[in-house]
């Protein structure tokens, strides 16, 4: 029985886009340090990070909640550098941005009140959960849906996604077209420069030859 490719990495997208991207890390900050990790977002995907932000106490030995500590998340589209998000937080909470355009995204985290030479040490907990932007919980009322109609709901939603992501991937695709364009005709200028510099090389050689076998009268 032949097997059908095709249709099982359909499959396969599907399922995948039924489930939202979410992952959970935790990290230090000590002082003003400052921790930045990329993120490669589809345009219009909504991203929710839920955080915790514990600082060490000397006393107790051990990470408590200090209220008057603020956490400053930032995102910025790369490489352009325009910046999505940029927010002071408590240090327990959640933030949200949406991409306004697909690519690399730098999400950055640091102490807003800690100072050059402060010595403090932070504990960050950070659960991130990457979804498309209609699928946003509290945007939508469940109750006024049947179970059917939000079932046919999230069925749209994930071809939209797989269709979004298509189009994410034609766009690298196109992009990473034109630089191999760009290096192949580099590559063909800079081989006729080279043929033409070795013409003008022979042609000179030649001729110093020419012009030393006169003077020896061997010619």
Known sequence: MAFNYTRWTIALLVLLSILPSVFSLYFYLEGAEQKC??????????????????????????????????????????????????????????????????????????????????????????????????????????????????RVRELNHKVGDIRREQSYLRDHESEFRDKSEATNSHTVTWTIVQLIVLGLTCTVQLRSLRKFFETKKLV
């Open 37 to 150: 990790f990329t993120e490669e977002l589809p345009k219009e995907t909504m991203v929710t990070g839920d955080y915790n932000a514990e600082e060490w106490n000397e006393e107790t030995k051990r990470f408590i909640t200090n209220k008057d500590l603020q956490l400053e998340v930032v995102v910025e589209e790369m490489p352009e550098g325009n910046r999505v998000y940029a927010q002071k937080l408590a240090p327990h909470g959640k933030f949200k941005f949406t991409s306004a355009e697909s690519g690399q995204h730098l999400i950055c985290l640091f102490t807003a009140s800690a100072g050059w030479f402060s010595s403090s040490k932070i504990r960050v907990t950070l659960d991130l959960a990457i979804r498309d932007i209609l699928d946003d919980p509290e945007d939508t009322n469940e109750g006024t849906l049947s179970n059917l109609a939000q």
